[in-house]
């Protein structure tokens, strides 16, 4: 029983318990003293076990609603590590395509009628969800531009997607519901990217008519060597622009190590105007916009 619940991410049904050979007493007096906890009618969670809270609630779907139920949207997103899904209502929520079933569901959960084709769906790590592609097909009828451009952006850099594949991902979502609303949204995706608040400073930027010329820019120091790399670029006006993200300096020596680079940066020969922006930051678009845009035109000897 054990083994079986490790190969489940810590989730097993009763069905399965009792063909283990667990009696119904020994399985109720198992959840009694909290050994294990009910995720969803007949389907329990075995405490102790490591396995990912996501993974987990949706293998306990899944074991609920049968081989048909697929995970999808935003929840096979993040199980494929895509980024740019940010916490807030709904985000919590388990979606899952089970043909047919579509009506009123219990909290926390999202079931979608949608008729998943076989070459778009697959196993990872023990759990039924949809390909990549397929995955940001759903994705973006399910969130906000700079979500969706985001999650687009993450899966394109860790080449879950290639940038070729996107016309095709956009034209097989004509007809579906929102599809023309997010329609312009894929050719606003780039790779290069290295993370939503990236993603998201870009926007804002070619929102406001001033998107940046390069990203990931390279600059070099007076020896000729490269000093590091500027998220977002206009080196026609020398100015240059760092997304330092929600948590940059988390782990151990990266404070010191970020200062140091972008310390390298700033001593380019090159004179480049360095903007430093955190993730609180984006509250405030108007300012970050009107800060680049006045460096954009300061005179670089000014």
């Given at each position: 029983?054990?083994?079986?619940?490790?190969?489940?991410?810590?989730?097993?049904?009763?069905?399965?318990?009792?063909?283990?050979?667990?009696?119904?007493?020994?399985?109720?007096?198992?959840?009694?003293?909290?050994?294990?906890?009910?995720?969803?009618?007949?389907?329990?969670?075995?405490?102790?076990?490591?396995?990912?809270?996501?993974?987990?609630r949706v293998m306990a779907v899944q074991l609920a609603y049968g081989?048909?139920?697929?995970?999808?949207?935003?929840?096979?997103?993040?199980?494929?590590?895509?980024?740019?899904?940010?916490?807030?209502?709904?985000?919590?929520?388990?979606?899952?395509?089970?043909?047919?079933?579509?009506?009123?569901?219990p909290i926390g959960l999202r079931l979608h009628g949608w008729d998943?084709?076989?070459?778009?769906?697959?196993?990872?790590?023990?759990?039924?969800?949809?390909?990549?592609?397929?995955?940001?097909?759903?994705?973006?009828?399910?969130?906000?531009?700079?979500?969706?451009?985001?999650?687009?952006?993450?899966?394109?850099?860790?080449?879950?997607?290639?940038?070729?594949?996107?016309?095709?991902?956009?034209?097989?979502?004509?007809?579906?519901?929102?599809?023309?609303?997010?329609?312009?949204?894929?050719?606003?995706?780039?790779?290069?990217?290295?993370?939503?608040?990236?993603?998201?400073?870009?926007?804002?930027?070619?929102?406001?008519?001033?998107?940046?010329?390069?990203?990931?820019?390279?600059v070099y120091d007076s020896h000729g060597d490269l000093a590091g790399?500027?998220?977002?670029?206009?080196?026609?006006?020398?100015?240059?622009?760092?997304?330092?993200?929600?948590?940059?300096?988390?782990?151990?020596?990266?404070?010191?190590?970020?200062?140091?680079?972008?310390?390298?940066?700033?001593?380019?020969?090159?004179?480049?105007?360095?903007?430093?922006?955190?993730?609180?930051?984006?509250?405030?678009?108007?300012?970050?916009?009107?800060?680049?845009?006045?460096?954009?035109?300061?005179?670089?000897?000014?």
């Amino acid at each position: 029983m054990r083994a079986l619940a490790a190969s489940q991410h810590g989730v097993v049904s009763r069905r399965q318990a009792a063909e283990c050979g667990l009696t119904s007493r020994q399985i109720t007096t198992l959840i009694s003293k909290g050994q294990w906890r009910r995720l969803r009618t007949g389907i329990y969670l075995v405490r102790g076990d490591p396995a990912p809270a996501l993974a987990a609630r949706v293998m306990a779907v899944q074991l609920a609603y049968g081989p048909r139920a697929v995970a999808v949207g935003p929840t096979a997103a993040r199980l494929w590590r895509m980024q740019g899904l940010l916490s807030g209502p709904g985000y919590e929520h388990v979606h899952v395509t089970v043909p047919g079933r579509s009506s009123a569901t219990p909290i926390g959960l999202r079931l979608h009628g949608w008729d998943v084709a076989p070459g778009e769906t697959t196993l990872y790590k023990g759990i039924r969800l949809s390909t990549p592609g397929r995955t940001l097909r759903d994705t973006v009828l399910l969130t906000d531009r700079y979500a969706a451009v985001s999650v687009i952006d993450s899966a394109l850099q860790q080449g879950l997607v290639t940038p070729e594949d996107l016309a095709e991902l956009e034209a097989a979502n004509a007809g579906r519901l929102g599809a023309s609303r997010t329609r312009s949204w894929w050719s606003q995706a780039d790779g290069r990217s290295q993370s939503t608040f990236e993603t998201r400073i870009r926007l804002i930027c070619t929102d406001a008519g001033i998107p940046p010329e390069t990203l990931q820019h390279p600059v070099y120091d007076s020896h000729g060597d490269l000093a590091g790399h500027a998220d977002l670029a206009w080196p026609s006006h020398g100015v240059i622009v760092e997304a330092d993200g929600r948590d940059p300096h988390s782990l151990p020596g990266a404070l010191f190590t970020d200062r140091h680079r972008q310390n390298m940066i700033v001593s380019s020969p090159d004179r480049l105007v360095l903007l430093r922006f955190t993730w609180s930051d984006l509250q405030h678009p108007r300012e970050i916009v009107a800060m680049i845009r006045s460096a954009l035109e300061t005179p670089a000897d000014g």
